[in-house]
């Protein structure tokens, strides 16, 4: 199984950053997806979660902000971040369960 995220980088208060994730060596639509974040000295977090069946949920800072989704043909989960301020500076990690994880995407978020 290997899962490679991308699209996070260094953008200024306010701009936006769509993160992607792609998965091999899983059946992707068999899964529920989640990205989780975690900020230098943290826990990690979850930020927000598609189901199978395209149910999405999301912690309330985030809310109005990020949006989740998925391609079951690609085999990517993406995160859309919008309106990014300098607490959604992280590490962004997609995650399927059963403890497999990426190597993330930092983003970072200037003042």
């Known amino acids: 199984v290997q899962l490679v995220e991308s699209g996070g980088g260094l953008v200024q208060a306010g701009g936006s950053l769509r993160l992607s994730c792609v998965a091999s060596g899983i059946i992707f639509s068999t899964y529920d997806w989640g990205w989780y974040r975690q900020a230098p000295g943290k826990s990690r977090e979850l930020v927000a979660s598609?189901?199978?069946?395209?149910?999405?949920n999301y912690i309330e800072s985030v809310k109005g902000r990020f949006t989740i989704s998925r391609d079951n043909s690609k085999n990517t989960v993406y995160l859309q971040m919008n309106n990014l301020n300098p607490e959604d500076t992280a590490v962004y990690y997609c995650?399927?369960?059963?403890?497999?994880w990426g190597q993330g995407t930092q983003v970072t978020v200037s003042s």
């Open positions: 995650y399927p369960g059963y403890n497999i």
């Open positions: 598609i189901s199978r069946g395209g149910t999405t």
